[in-house]
Structure formats: structure tokens, C-alpha cells
């Protein structure tokens, strides 16, 4: 009940999407800072915030493949994407945790649709019911179940691919 009413209050008919700069370094750590504390409990730090905001302003921005959402002015989520040579990869999704359930994900998640070459690939962790659900309701399929020993903080996850629209509706 708390969740529905919640939702309510949400907007995001006023959402931008912009690429990121340095200047968002430290907002866009810190979200990927607090979406782990709120919904990852189960996997283990494995850099300081310092870190991650160095790795944030040093590695993640500089490779301008980062687009921010924005609403009102401030920043509520970011994606990181790549491209290989056999599909694209979404690397990094967060959605600050006060706008979980607003559409934020969803916007940035039809960016990539519009920009990025089929398939579209991603990890989550299996233990992260909230993003798997997210994800499957977008057409995302799990292709891999893995026990965690490849990802750094050992802990299971699942490989999803994303075809097209088609895929999505059967």
C-alpha cells in the first residue's frame, strides 16, 4: 500500500536524458553508492566510495558512453552502455532509490532500445528480484545463470538478452 501510494506521487513526464560530464562525477558515484546500499545488501563492497567515485570521474564518464536522467533538475538515474562485436551491453543502471517505480528505469532502458544494436545484454544479480522483474517486464530474456565466480563480489547472477519488441510479446 505504501509502495502504490508512493508510485503516485512520482513524475517523470519531465525527465531529460543528457550525456554525462565531469561535473556529474560525484552524483552519479554516489547514486550507484546508494542504490547498492538500498538494494544490494546481499553482495559485498568491494571498493570504498572513494573508489568509486574515482573510478566514477577517471573511467566511467571518460568513456562517454554514460547518459544521465534528470528531473527537476537533479539527477535521478544513469546508464553506461557498450558496443562489441556481437551485441551491446548495458554495463551500469542505477535509479536513485527515491525514484524506484517512477518510470526513470524505463526511460533510460528506451534510450538504449532507440540507440543501441540488437541484442542488448546485461547482468544482475539473481538475488536482485526488484531488477529481474524490471527487466523481464521489458522483454529481457535470461539467457545464462551463473554461481558468481566471474563477477567481483562472488555472488550468483544472471545474464539477460534482449532481441526486439517481437521477442518481448510471446
Same mark, same amino acid.
Given at each position: 500500500?505504501?509502495? /502504490?501510494?508512493?508510485?503516485?506521487?512520482?513524475?517523470?513526464?519531465?525527465?531529460?536524458?543528457?550525456?554525462?560530464?565531469?561535473?556529474?562525477?560525484?552524483?552519479?558515484? /554516489?547514486?550507484?553508492?546508494?542504490?547498492?546500499?538500498?538494494?544490494?545488501?546481499?553482495?559485498?563492497?568491494?571498493?570504498?566510495?572513494?573508489?568509486?567515485?574515482?573510478?566514477?570521474?577517471?573511467?566511467?564518464?571518460?568513456?562517454?558512453?554514460?547518459?544521465?536522467?534528470?528531473?527537476?533538475?537533479?539527477?535521478?538515474?544513469?546508464?553506461?552502455s557498450a558496443r562489441a562485436p556481437t551485441c551491446s551491453w548495458i554495463d551500469q543502471m542505477a535509479v536513485?532509490?527515491?525514484?524506484?517505480?517512477?518510470?526513470?528505469?524505463?526511460?533510460?532502458?528506451?534510450?538504449?532500445?532507440?540507440?543501441?544494436?540488437?541484442?542488448?545484454?546485461?547482468?544482475?544479480? /539473481?538475488?536482485?528480484?526488484?531488477?529481474?522483474?524490471?527487466?523481464?517486464?521489458?522483454?529481457?530474456?535470461?539467457?545464462?545463470?551463473?554461481?558468481?565466480r566471474a563477477n567481483e563480489e562472488h555472488c550468483p547472477d544472471v545474464l539477460y538478452e534482449f532481441r526486439?519488441?517481437? /521477442?518481448?510479446?510471446?
Amino acid at each position: 500500500m505504501a509502495r /502504490q501510494a508512493a508510485y503516485r506521487q512520482c513524475e517523470t513526464h519531465g525527465a531529460t536524458l543528457r550525456s554525462a560530464v565531469s561535473a556529474d562525477a560525484a552524483a552519479i558515484a /554516489q547514486i550507484l553508492i546508494d542504490v547498492r546500499s538500498a538494494f544490494m545488501p546481499y553482495a559485498p563492497l568491494m571498493h570504498s566510495a572513494a573508489e568509486v567515485h574515482s573510478w566514477v570521474a577517471q573511467i566511467l564518464i571518460p568513456s562517454g558512453n554514460t547518459v544521465i536522467a534528470e528531473l527537476s533538475g537533479e539527477l535521478v538515474g544513469v546508464m553506461t552502455s557498450a558496443r562489441a562485436p556481437t551485441c551491446s551491453w548495458i554495463d551500469q543502471m542505477a535509479v536513485h532509490p527515491s525514484h524506484v517505480g517512477c518510470g526513470i528505469g524505463s526511460v533510460l532502458l528506451d534510450h538504449a532500445f532507440r540507440v543501441l544494436p540488437r541484442p542488448i545484454r546485461l547482468y544482475t544479480f /539473481q538475488a536482485n528480484t526488484g531488477a529481474r522483474r524490471f527487466y523481464e517486464r521489458r522483454g529481457f530474456r535470461a539467457i545464462q545463470l551463473t554461481d558468481g565466480r566471474a563477477n567481483e563480489e562472488h555472488c550468483p547472477d544472471v545474464l539477460y538478452e534482449f532481441r526486439d519488441r517481437v /521477442q518481448a510479446e510471446r
